[in-house]
């Protein structure tokens, strides 16, 4: 058996690719800790830029491991509460990861295989791919990824798609929200460098500091976070990155973090 998740730093960006094939990628314990402790070291590392998220094999993701979790009919519920959040902190820790996180989706993404799609900053998706909140189907609920999954697409798509467990498309993943390109499956690769590429042509503490932004100023009334609004572009406006970013506009030529 070999490692579960594999991580390669290429430049500025670490490719973290799930390695469970011959199961579709699905999360057993091992593959649960595996993801946590990489966002949590990546979330120390001060030189990434961007992360990938892929899946080795036919799919990206098939969610919960079935026969992991079958075992846990014989466990106690206590152990089963310990168990569900250990995952629970797993997506936690990826969907706080500070530098943008894009999901490369082929195949499928079902139940928690969804629930990593949805604490991505960016999915890109094939054509061809099939979702699916299918834990109902189980007769189990998708529950530690609903926070995150509702942020994506909503109570409305949730109540359709949480209590059916129907499987849809590409292009309705799109449409509620849960991906943001769409591409033939050959051009997967691709679409994530164009990606990339922008992220790496922005600054790299003006990106983390978008996200964070993201995080809380969303579903909070203007005036609630009027004050943070301004802080946070005074701040900007004021560091050197900033600085640099601005006069690098001004003077025509290329900010000293562009990687080309
Ligand atoms: N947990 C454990 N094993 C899984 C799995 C899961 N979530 N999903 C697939 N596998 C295993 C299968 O049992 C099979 O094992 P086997 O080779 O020992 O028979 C192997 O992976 C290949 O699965 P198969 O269904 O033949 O592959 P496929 O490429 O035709 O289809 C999927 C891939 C993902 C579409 C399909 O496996 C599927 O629908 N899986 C269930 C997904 C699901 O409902 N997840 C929600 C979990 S909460």
Same mark, same amino acid.
């Given at each position: 058996?070999?490692?579960?998740?594999?991580?390669?730093?290429?430049?500025?960006?670490?490719?973290?690719?799930?390695?469970?094939?011959?199961?579709?990628?699905?999360?057993?314990?091992?593959?649960?800790?595996? %993801?946590r402790?990489?966002a949590?070291?990546?979330?120390?590392?001060?030189?990434?830029?961007?992360?990938?998220?892929?899946?080795?094999?036919?799919v990206?993701?098939?969610?919960?491991?079935?026969?992991a979790?079958?075992?846990?009919?014989?466990?106690s519920?206590?152990e089963?509460?310990?168990?569900?959040?250990?995952?629970?902190?797993?997506?936690?820790?990826?969907?706080?990861?500070?530098?943008?996180?894009?999901?490369?989706?082929?195949? *499928? *993404?079902?139940?928690?295989g969804?629930? %990593?799609?949805?604490?991505?900053?960016i999915?890109?998706?094939?054509?061809?791919?099939?979702?699916?909140?299918?834990?109902?189907?189980?007769?189990?609920?998708?529950?530690?990824?609903?926070?995150?999954?509702?942020?994506?697409?909503?109570?409305?798509?949730?109540?359709?798609?949480?209590?059916?467990?129907?499987?849809?498309?590409a292009?309705?993943?799109?449409?509620?929200?849960?991906?943001?390109?769409?591409?033939?499956?050959?051009?997967?690769?691709?679409?994530?460098n164009?990606f990339?590429?922008?992220?790496?042509?922005?600054?790299?503490?003006?990106?983390?500091?978008?996200?964070?932004?993201?995080?809380?100023?969303?579903?909070?009334?203007?005036?609630e976070?009027?004050?943070?609004?301004?802080?946070?572009?005074?701040?900007?406006?004021?560091?050197?990155?900033?600085?640099?970013?601005?006069?690098?506009? %001004?003077?025509?030529?290329?900010?000293?973090?562009?990687?080309?």
């Open positions: 058996m070999g490692q579960p998740l594999v991580i390669r730093r290429e430049g500025f960006v670490e490719h973290v690719v799930l390695n469970r094939p011959d199961v579709r990628n699905a999360f057993n314990p091992a593959l649960v800790e595996a %993801l402790g990489w949590v070291s990546t979330a120390a590392s001060t030189d990434a830029r961007a992360a990938v998220l892929s899946g080795a094999g036919k990206f993701c098939a969610g919960g491991d079935l026969a979790m079958s075992a846990t009919i014989v466990a519920r206590d089963n509460v310990e168990d569900a959040s250990r995952m629970a902190t797993m997506f936690e820790a990826l969907d706080r990861l500070p530098i943008p996180l894009i999901g490369r989706v082929h195949g *499928a *993404a079902l139940g928690g969804l629930g %990593l799609a949805s604490v991505c900053d999915v890109v998706a094939a054509d061809d791919a099939v979702f699916g909140f299918t834990e109902v189907k189980l007769g189990i609920v998708p529950s530690v990824i609903s926070p995150y999954a509702l942020a994506k697409i909503g109570r409305s798509a949730a109540r359709e798609l949480f209590l059916t467990g129907a499987r849809f498309g292009a309705r993943a799109k449409e509620i929200g849960l991906v943001h390109a769409v591409v033939p499956a050959d051009r997967l690769d691709e679409a994530v164009r990339v590429g922008e992220i790496l042509s922005a600054g790299p503490e003006a990106v983390r500091h978008a996200k964070t932004l993201i995080r809380r100023v969303a579903g909070r009334p203007a005036s976070v009027s004050a943070v609004t301004a802080e946070t572009l005074a701040d900007r406006r004021v560091s050197g990155e900033g600085q640099e970013g601005m006069r690098a506009f %001004l003077e025509k030529r290329t900010a000293r973090w562009v990687v080309r």
